[in-house]
């Protein structure tokens, strides 16, 4: 889904309409925040992921020994 720029301004528009210029800054805030806190939450909550990417790099890094030899 591309937005254009006529869309993106429409949206902006509408945003002020309905919130007023007051509130939006406080909406933004709120909305980093749960965003920051949302990925926060992905990187702790999944460790093993973590775990199958090391042990790909030191799979890797054993083949590419293999092959050197």
Known sequence: MNLGMGEIALLIVLA???FGPKRLPEMGRAAGK???EFKS???KADPSEAD???S???AG???NDTKTV
């Open 41 to 43: 939450a992905l990187n």
């Open 52 to 54: 199958v990417s090391e």
């Open 34 to 36: 749960a965003i920051r």
């Open 56 to 58: 790909k790099t030191s």
């Open 61 to 63: 890094e054993n083949a």
């Open 16 to 18: 002020l309409v309905l």
